[in-house]
C-alpha cells in the first residue's frame, strides 16, 4: 500500500526503515553510572552506525531510565534528553524523532521542537492503558495544542495497543488507529506486539492498514513498532506497512540494550530494499 502522507517525504525510501537508538540510564534513574559523557558517546556511536548501514531515520528513548516516570518526567530528563538529540541531529542527515518513556508526550514534542527533530512516538495518544507504571490516558488534546503553540514542525506518531500494556476497553486495533487519526489528528500510527523484540502479528498489520485504507492516498502511514528483522521485515511491508522501527534486531547479540551493529543494520535494509522492490534475496 502506498500514501502520500507528508510523514513519509521526510525519507529518502518509499517505505522507511527508522532505527532505535536507546539511551543507557539518564542522570537520576537507579541504573545510571556516572558517566554522562558516555551517554553522548553511545548515542552518537548508535546513531552513526545506524546511517552508515543506510538507515532511513532514528528514534532516541530513554529505553535505559527504567523503571518509568508513568507520565511527565522531570525536568532534568528533559535536559538531558535535549542535551544528547541536540548531539545526535548534529552528526547525521537523516530524520530525528523523539520518544520520551513512558508517555511523556508533551516533553517530546518540546524536545523536538527545541533541536529541530522531525517527529515523535507517542505511546498512548487517544486511549486508555493498563501498564506497569498503571493507568495511562492519552491527551491528544495538549499534545495538539502544545504543538500550535510551539510552532514546531514535528510529526505525532502514535502507538495503537501500545506494546507493555493492555488495551482498556473493546475497542479493535483498527477502530484503534481510526481513533487515533481521525479524533486524535495523529500523522501515523504504530503497530507492535506485546513487548520489545516481541513479533508484531500480521493479522494486526493487515487490520490497521486496511482500517486506514478508506482514508484514502494522503491517509496516515502505518509503522511496526516491534520484532522486525531481516527475515519478517518483507512480511510486514507486504502486510500493508508502510515503514518499520527497528530496535533489538540492529544490536549486537540480539540484545536490546546492546550497541547497534552495522552488519545487522545493512541486513535490515537491504531486505526491506529487496521486498520493496519486489525481489528476493538469496
Known sequence: ??????VLEQFDGDQPVIGMVHLPALPGAP???GD???????????ARRLEAGGIDGIVLENFGDAPFYPDSVPQHVVAEMTAVATAVTDAV????GINVLRNDAAAAVS????????????NVHVDTAATDQGILEGRAHETLRLRDRLEADVAILADVHVKHATPIGEVDIGRAALEAVERGKADGVIVSGPGTGVETPLADIECVADALSDLGRDRAPVFVGS???????????EAGADGVIVGTALKRGDETTNPVSGERVAAVVTAARAADSGDELE
Open 1 to 6: 500500500m502506498t500514501t502520500t502522507s507528508p
Open 111 to 122: 524536545i523536538a521542537g527545541a533541536v529541530d527533530a522531525d517527529f515523535v512516538r507517542v
Open 36 to 46: 554522562r559523557e558516555a551517554v553522548r558517546t553511545r548515542a552518537l556511536e548508535d
Open 31 to 33: 541504573g545510571f553510572d
Open 227 to 237: 520484532g522486525v528483522t531481516s527475515e519478517t521485515v518483507g512480511d510486514c511491508l
Open 93 to 96: 542527515d537523516v530524520p530525528v
